[in-house]
């Protein structure tokens, strides 16, 4: 493991070659057989850790639920990394699973819950490869259906690392529909994220 770290540390910009140029890095590389995009635009993230978290979350999947990442490699163009107004996402007209830049970035936490979320719109991939045709009645059934992946893989992990993904997948399953599929005002998430950036590099 300390080997592939060193690679990335080798190959990657450190967060001061953003900060000079201001322009995002982009690196493009492949983990764990998936084809993986970093669009990293924070100058205070470094690449290098984001890449090793990922790494981390994608070894989880392939040690405790290997179909899982089976269906990665089969049913995603690629993972892309980057700033968005949430943990994750699944682009359908993409073929994109989103890892939100700044949640793989975050220590107080292990990388249990970074596998989860992938392993979430892993569910969303899967249902769209099969030509699911989905209506906007029908998401709150697809959402319960992720959450029950992510409750059966945190279920499978020792308990140290489980704990916090069953935690959040049994929360969100006792929602109402409107609770597990909520509408989210997309420009006021961006808003906030941007603000949130601002403060960042101030």
Do not use: K
């Not at 990922?54 to 269906?71: F, G, K, M, N, V």
């Not at 163009?77 to 890892?99: H, K, L, M, W, Y």
């Not at 993904?165 to 929602?175: C, I, K, N, P, T």
Request: net charge neutral; proline share 5%.
């Amino acid at each position: 493991m300390s080997g592939f770290f060193d690679r990335l540390a080798a190959l990657f910009s450190s967060p001061a070659a953003t900060a000079d140029t201001g322009a995002p890095v982009t690196v493009r590389t492949m983990l764990h057989g998936v084809p993986v995009e970093v669009i990293n635009t924070r100058a205070d993230i470094a690449t290098t850790d984001v890449l090793a978290r990922l790494d981390e979350a994608l070894a989880l999947i392939a040690t405790y639920q290997p179909w899982r990442l089976s269906h990665l490699q089969r049913d995603i163009r690629s993972i892309r990394v980057e700033r968005f107004a949430c943990r994750g996402a699944f682009i359908p007209q993409d073929n994109v699973i989103i890892t939100e830049l700044t949640f793989l970035a975050r220590r107080d936490i292990s990388a249990a819950p970074v596998a989860s979320s992938i392993l979430h719109e892993g569910v969303h991939a899967r249902v769209h490869a099969m030509g699911v045709y989905r209506t906007e009645a029908q998401l709150p059934r697809e959402e319960r259906l992720c959450r029950r992946a992510e409750l059966a893989f945190g279920q499978t992990l020792p308990p140290s690392l489980g704990a916090p993904v069953v935690e959040r997948a049994l929360a969100s399953l006792s929602l109402d529909d409107r609770g597990v599929a909520p509408i989210v005002d997309w420009q006021e998430a961006q808003r906030r994220q941007d603000a949130a950036d601002r403060n960042a590099s101030a």
